[in-house]
């Protein structure tokens, strides 16, 4: 039996002692001071330059249509991009969920089915995408078409290579109509330039296909292909 009323205590804490909010304290009683180095390529953050990082994060997925409640995983190793991502979903109420990057596929495919979130999976390596596009397959719904799907080519694969590589094999394990198409850094104007080409190299693959006679010369059925990755596939993915 309690012997105090403890609903004072527990809504203070639960409200004033946040993570997020001691985060908060140490930015403006510690701004200009050193809170994040990285070695491996010789960058360091202060405490305020760490929350302008967390905050781009924040905006990008609000933008995405995250929300307060919404579960938002990472599998991350020990990097910057890391602590951004552990403090950005806060600044917007989301639920974090970190994943170990050293797990096996098998293990990280339960953690996925466990907690079903939408997922889109990147890799650096062209030569995973056959691997993750097939595993992804065992673990869809019928939540949003696509809801765990191969993510467009990047950082290194964001060329024109590598962006076919990355729909042919989309195309060939999974379907490309419900693909939401390429990324961008949110921190960059520069880079929207990359929409650009995306959409240009899709529309000469999926023009290629149709001269070849690989799929049909259906004017209607390929506007709505194109415009899907282009815009509204998103537009419905992230609940825009």
Known sequence: MRTYDDKMFIETFEHQYTWLNGFMRNVRRYGKKAALIDPATDRSWTYTQLNQEANQLAHALRQDGVGKNDVVMW???????????????RKIGAIINLANYKLSFGELALLIDHNCPKVILYSLN?????????????????????????????????????????????????????????????????SY??????????CNLIGGWVENGQYPNDDKALKQIVEGISYYNAKRYFNL
């Open 75 to 89: 599998v991350l190793p020990n990097c910057p991009e890391f602590c951004f991502a552990y403090i950005g979903p």
């Open 193 to 202: 330039t990359r929409h650009e080409l995306f959409r240009r190299l899709m």
């Open 126 to 190: 062209p030569a995973d995408f056959d691997m993750l596009g097939t595993i992804l397959g065992a673990f869809q719904d019928d939540e949003v078409p696509g809801k765990i799907q191969l993510g467009s080519a990047w950082w290194f694969c964001d060329t024109d290579d590598g962006m076919y590589q990355q729909m042919k094999t989309l195309a060939r394990l999974g379907l490309l109509g419900n693909f939401i198409g390429m990324l961008t850094d949110s921190r960059s104007f520069l």
